[in-house]
């Protein structure tokens, strides 16, 4: 194209200087001069003609460039004014056309902060982020391997030698009561070890951060403060440097605050910093050397230049010969080391968020497709409306490219209209989803990033190119000749495609959606055994200096009056706190075997009486435990779970049968009862083998008990006053007291299924309206333009109900097909998201089948106004009107 | 008798092929002509220098150019003044007439030629 244009460049360059030549050589000739002399002096008098004529062919490029750009940009503000024209001519369409693309780019919008924040970026305010990275162990307890990212602090010393490691540090995430009595609350701290920010090279937004002098047991305990904390709690004022506050009894000072959305090396909130070494120094626990406390994350700087790999190796090598020298039969001295991104999503145990995350960005690049289909086939049904326009047009020498550039810049304009409203709802959506269903990440998503922006930017590009594609191929081809008759065939069939391709999608769509809702429903409706409604956990963190003994007092007055309380219908004390901990300990039938079940126990529940009652867990044979059980100087008694009697007694009733708990002199605990099976800490986890004992044969040793509590209406509502009756019934004796609805805890384990059914259930159900707004707009449309026919059938005595059957044909026809096409496409890709449900295949009939139904059913009713115009159409009028 | 055609001053040759543009659109060839006519072939232009003026002017806006059939019945390129050029010709010629006032002024009166 280019180099042809250049070549006519050259040629009229030549003509030119010909011209000139030839006219002169003529003058020349006619005064006398000899043909050959002739020429010459014309030469001459030009000049050399080789060196102007490259320069004339230079010049009259750059001219033609400069007036082709020009004739651009006046054909463009052209094509703009009478794209306006037209759009006001039809502000419906318009709307329509905005609002369709609107929704399939604000989905993508949202999916795309969603899947930037958990996927693609680091935490925020961590220089070269690139080169922090978390330590992970990998090690083979009981014949199951564990990836595992909580370390033992001699684990981690032992790393600080590595050279391959700039720095390694500690820290540890736990929460803790801020202030004490009614008004205290819990907030989320890090202990960290004194080289955590300086590694990590963020700068305080006030004040200053602490450092390694920080971090001495001896030291004072300082504290640096999140700014969202700063600005609520403490008023988001100056003079918050150097206040002083209450963490657990214990008296910090405000050093610094971090900057906005600083949140260390997770994604999630923390409230509060403190030095790792002064914080941890009352601890009475050996953590420093012993290494069976796993509590710590480990962060690792990379030296200059070293991979992940090769530190990996090094930090290996030094694991396995400082544990070899521990005498600990549990350790796997195959274990291993290894350095994975900070982003959860990158590094082992990968979160079934980051999938879903993943898998959302491709669902809602096919509800964008689905939008484009549906404005596409609009704009099609528009040319077919106006087809008169666009031949008279082209008989008037408009030529075709100038008629699809105007398509193309419409379809352009309307997207990024539909992208400008869509911004609202990225904001606002993105929001509500984080809200909903991430609601620990501590991510302000209402505020629009430049990348943000740039994607919807894009995406309004694409949507607008996607939408103009086959209505443009479709204006080149018009032939003015030939007329409308069969370009209007070509065009319906392409308009078919389109609404058969979104009923196709929107299968897929539902059919996912169905899918996660379906796993959704098993995984709520799963049978914990224990019933979490209407059940609170109430605990006691006691005032310092008071005595366990004298907590288990408190515990037990505060039991009795929970009780008396009309709302509680029952409660109960329980050593661990439910559906958290939970220990395990060595247990011995008489014949002296010790069976074991791997990870799924047995594991060993002290409980006080009426705990299963409480709890909602059926004794099955014998009895439960009693207060009568719960006394010092009455034999040992025991209650095991079905899972645990299945697994010791195969055989025979466990009941009347020993069990030796703990030590090797622990004497005979009989068993009374077989209680059913309960989840011990998962939602989805394999059976348990749970035993449970009277809370004074702990074995080891008592601790202050939680509670548990039935009450008579909404946890929620009810807690506020159950923790007033704690806190004065307890006392000066306790600093704080958290009732909790027992549903708290069960509902983070099922948020990435909310997630998975949440999402693709909207997104489903978009896609259907939109795929049926789609058919009906193209019925619509059909109907309207044979119009003529039906009123021709009708007077040739069509009934009504034939007419009605001659548009359904059509209509249900496009909708099979579609239906059809996507559940083969379902079918194929399913198993993409086979490993992200629960309990069911990918290929789930009743799913399948409700599906298919669901959209013929919305397929025939989007028919139907259309096949009713059809039946209603009266021969004469519409006659008459043609 | 005839005198050495004289070579043009520099920026001279704009002027010329405005002003011989102003009052009808010709060809390169057609303004050589004017041009030798109006000067009595006093003025040496290599045609080539010409033809790069015109194109030049062309880009710059001055002109603008259209092929047409010439009076032999061949196709020729035809440049005619924008309004842009009949701008720049109206300051260009006033600016030369002051500067060439100017240096006459400078100059004196011509010597008479001795009679004889």
């Known amino acids: 194209m280019r180099s042809r244009l250049r070549q006519e460049v050259a040629r009229d360059v030549d003509a030119e200087i010909a011209y000139h030549l030839d006219r002169t050589v003529a003058d020349l000739e006619s005064a006398g001069l000899e043909p050959d002399r002739a020429r010459a002096t014309a030469r001459r008098r030009f000049g050399r003609v080789s060196r102007y004529r490259r320069e004339l062919i230079r010049l009259s490029n750059i001219t033609r460039h400069r007036r082709q750009r020009r004739s651009h940009m006046v054909a463009i503000v052209e094509m703009l004014r009478s794209v306006r024209r037209r759009l006001f001519r039809s502000p419906g369409y318009a709307a329509a ?77 736990r929460s803790a009561v801020l202030g004490r009595g009614a008004s205290a609350e819990r907030v989320i701290t890090v202990a960290a070890a004194g080289g955590y920010f300086p590694m990590l090279g963020t700068r305080p937004y006030r004040g200053r951060f602490f450092g390694p002098d920080d971090d001495r047991p001896d030291r004072e305990i300082v504290a640096v403060v999140s700014h969202a ?96 020298g521990q005498a600990d039969s549990r350790y796997d001295p195959e274990a291993e080391i290894s350095f994975a991104p900070l982003l959860a999503a990158h590094g082992p145990n990968r979160p079934p968020e980051a999938r879903i995350a993943l898998l959302l960005v491709g669902v809602a690049a096919i509800v964008l497709l689905i939008a484009c289909f ?109 007329g409308s008759r069969v370009d209007r065939a070509a065009g319906s069939r392409a308009k078919r495609v389109l609404v058969a391709a979104q009923a196709a999608f929107s299968t897929v769509l539902l059919i996912g959606a169905g899918l996660f809702v379906r796993s959704l ?30 907590g288990i007092a408190v515990a037990d007055r505060v039991l009795d009056a929970l009780r008396s309380r009309p709302e509680v219908t029952r409660a109960a004390a329980v050593q661990h706190d439910p559906f958290r901990d939970s220990a395990s300990v060595s247990v011995r039938l008489a014949s002296g075997e010790a069976p074991r079940a791997d990870s799924r126990g047995p594991y060993f529940e002290p409980v006080g009486a009426e705990y299963f009652e409480t709890m909602g867990l059926e004794v099955l044979r014998g009895r439960g435990l009693e207060s009568r059980d719960d006394r ?63 809370l004074v044969h702990a074995a080891f040793g008592r601790e202050v008990p939680k ?122 890709t399913g198993v993409w998201i086979d490993d992200l449900l629960y309990d069911m295949t990918s290929r789930d009939p009743v799913t399948f089948l409700g599906v298919s139904t669901l959209l013929v059913v919305t397929g025939l009713f989007a028919c139907w106004l259309p096949a009713r115009r059809a039946s209603a159409a009266d021969p004469a009028t519409v006659l008459r009107s043609d | 008798m005839s005198e050495a055609p004289l070579s043009l001053v520099q920026g001279t040759l704009d002027l010329l092929v405005l002003r011989a543009l102003e009052s009808e659109s010709r060809h390169g060839y057609g303004v050589t002509e004017w041009l030798r006519r109006r000067s009595g072939g006093a003025l040496s232009i290599e045609e080539g220098a010409l033809y790069t003026c015109l194109h030049r002017m062309e880009r710059r806006g001055w002109l603008a150019a259209t092929w047409g059939l010439s009076e032999n019945k061949r196709r020729a390129k035809f440049y005619r003044l924008t309004a842009a050029g009949r701008r720049q010709l109206d300051a260009e010629s006033h600016r030369f007439r002051r500067y060439c006032a100017a240096v006459f002024d400078v100059l004196g009166p011509a010597p008479q030629p001795e009679a004889g």
């Not at chain 1, 009455?634 to 299945?646: G, I, L, S, T």
């Not at chain 1, 704080?736 to 099922?750: H, I, N, Y």
């Open chain 1, 707 to 828: 509670i548990v509590a039935r009450v008579d209406g909404d946890p929620e509502a009810l807690a506020a006053s159950l923790r007033a009756e704690v806190l004065e019934v307890a006392g000066a004796r306790i600093r704080f007291a958290a009732v909790d609805p027992m549903a708290d805890r069960v509902a983070p384990q099922l948020r990435s299924w909310r997630l998975g059914a949440t999402l693709f259930g909207t997104m489903g159900i978009l896609a259907l309206v939109v795929a049926a707004l789609g058919l009906y707009t193209a019925l619509a449309f059909d109907v309207a333009t044979r119009w003529h026919e039906i009123g021709v059938r009708s007077a040739l005595g069509a009934t009504a109900r034939q007419l009605v059957a001659l548009v359904l044909r059509r209509g249900a026809g496009l909708a099979l097909v579609g239906v059809a096409c996507g559940l083969v496409i379902a079918f194929v």
């Open chain 1, 374 to 482: 549906n404005v596409a086939h609009l704009v099609l049904a528009r040319m077919t409306w106006r087809r008169h326009e666009y031949s008279l047009r082209l008989a008037l020498g408009i030529s075709r490219g100038r008629l699809a550039g105007e398509i193309l810049l419409e379809s352009l304009v309307l997207a990024f209209l539909g992208a400008t409203v869509s911004l609202i709802l990225v904001a606002w959506g993105s929001e509500l989803m984080r809200a909903l269903l991430l609601p620990r990440l501590a991510w302000s998503a209402s505020s629009l990033d430049p990348a943000g922006i740039a994607f919807v930017v894009s995406a309004a590009a694409f949507a607008g190119l996607a939408a103009a594609v086959l209505p443009m191929a479709r204006v080149l081809r018009l032939d003015p000749r030939i």
């Open chain 1, 521 to 550: 429903d098993r995984v709520t409706d799963l049978d914990l055994g224990f019933d979490p409604e209407r059940l609170v956990v109430v605990a006691m963190d006691l005032e310092n200096g008071v005595s366990t003994d004298e």
């Open chain 1, 97 to 173: 056309v905005v609002a369709i693309l609107a929704l399939g780019i604000g989905m993508n919008g949202v999916t795309f902060r969603l899947a930037d924040r958990i996927l693609l970026r680091p935490p925020a305010h961590i220089v070269d982020a690139d080169t922090v990275k978390r330590i992970w162990v990998h090690r083979e307890v009981h014949g199951t391997r564990y990836d595992m990212r909580a370390h033992a602090y001699a684990d981690l010393e032992d790393l600080f030698s590595a050279d391959s490691l700039d720095q390694v540090v500690a820290s540890a995430r």
């Open chain 1, 229 to 324: 904390f700063w600005k609520g709690r403490l008023g988001g004022e100056a003079d918050a440097i150097g206040r002083r506050l209450e963490l657990d009894g214990r008296a910090v000072t405000v050093v610094g605050v971090a900057p906005a959305g600083f949140t260390g090396a997770e994604l999630q909130r923390v409230d509060v910093w403190l030095p790792l070494e002064p914080w941890s120094a009352v601890s009475e626990a050996p953590w420093r050397t012993h290494r069976g406390y796993y509590w710590l994350q480990g962060l690792a700087r990379l030296a200059p230049g070293v991979d992940a790999e090769s530190a990996g190796v090094e930090a290996t090598v030094l694991h396995r010969r400082a544990r070899g």
């Open chain 1, 632 to 694: 010092v100087g009455v034999e040992p008694v025991v209650v095991v779970n079905q899972a645990m009697a299945a697994f010791f007694w195969p055989t025979g009733d466990a009941i009347g049968e020993c069990l030796f708990i703990g030590d090797d002199d622990a004497p005979c605990s009989r068993v009374i009862g077989v209680v059913e099976n309960a989840h011990r800490q998962q939602v989805i986890e394999e059976r348990q083998l749970l035993y449970y004992v009277p």
